[in-house]
């Protein structure tokens, strides 16, 4: 029996990265070994096996062989004289496809280490095009990398393609496709996800939501990058800058959803936007099955986000109704999330990248001084039902006319 450590952790160790999980590979081993050394089998498809103490996973050696469209249409062969090498080239990427010893030695039989140091992402082998994870898995370590430098070799974005034409991107279920995309928005630098998606034809693909914006101008004079597709790849890095919640990150991705489908004869004009910008936001949310918790926040960043970029220009009854509607009496930390969107929004602008954001103060003095109302002598004067609710937002609205004036 012979154990390697492989896959992601390898490449992160010789690239000096945070190393967040260790993979292993078995060699010359069978599960009724690996059960009598006290490891727990876990996989199904093929023979995974939890560590007894550090609960690492320990897979044995395999080879995988096409059998059907889409990427479950894999026959697995796992048995102890599959070689190192032989399970180093199923893999997608050389840079994933290098192993370590116990002792320390690489075994690199398929170039990883010339690739990182060249920084390419290129494919092992032509059977990459078998499996349409692929594409997402190749975007996602683009996102990682690109601040290192990597870009996407020219024959594995060929490849790329080739699995988009051939519809296989068509047959990865929704929950596969969310999974990766969360991981690419907590990245740094999240656009570069969805622009190789597109530059692949992916993206129309998955989130055609969003390949939609492309090409879609919008006024020059308050949007001097014009192209709606590339404003918002804009405010989805903006966002990033800002924080590390995928929540508010993916909110960017999805504010402006609805200058998608205006009418052409509209353009550049996109009235009406955040109305239809909900409904594809919901539509998107369905479809991929997200988290209830990411649908919530993208649903009121659409709806509301030119709300905030009016703040000055607002009653303080519409404040309000605005804050009523974040639920931000109950949730304060959704108005935080809401005005992180809403400045990433206002930043992702070419020429605005720096510039301030005094409406997210505003929209905060109003919640301030509504909240600061003092509920309990309202209820003490004997309001109940219908009429306390009035009551209280009648006080609300007064206090935020008389902090913002």
Known sequence: MEIYMVGGAVRDKLLGLPIKDRDWVVVGATPEEMLAQGYTQVGQDFPVFLHP????????????RK??????????????????????????LTINAMALTLNGNLVDPLHGVRDLQQQLLRHVSPAFIEDPVRVLRVARFATRLAPLGFTIA?????????IVEADEVDALVPERVWAEIERALNEPRPSTFFTTLRECGALARVLPEVDALFGVPQPEHYHPEIDSGIHTMMV?????????DPEVRFAALCHDLGKGNTPRDKWPSHHGHEERGVKLTQTLCKRMRVPKRFQALAILVARYHTHCHRAAELRSTTLLKTLESLDAFRRPARLEQFLTACKADSRGRTGYETCDYPQAALFSLAYRAANAVDIRTIVAQGHHGTALADKIHAARARAIKVAIQ
Not at 53 to 64: G, Q, S, V
Not at 70 to 91: C, I, M, N, Q, W
Not at 154 to 162: D, H, S
């Open 53 to 64: 103490e550090t609960k690492e996973e320990y897979a044995l050696a395999r080879t995988e």
């Open 67 to 92: 059998t059907a469209t889409g990427y479950t249409g894999f026959e697995v062969h796992a048995s102890p004289d599959v070689t190192l090498e032989e399970d180093l080239k199923r893999r997608d």
């Open 154 to 162: 020219e024959e594995t974005q060929a490849l790329l393609k080739e």
């Open 236 to 244: 989805l890095d903006s966002a990033a800058t800002l924080t590390t």
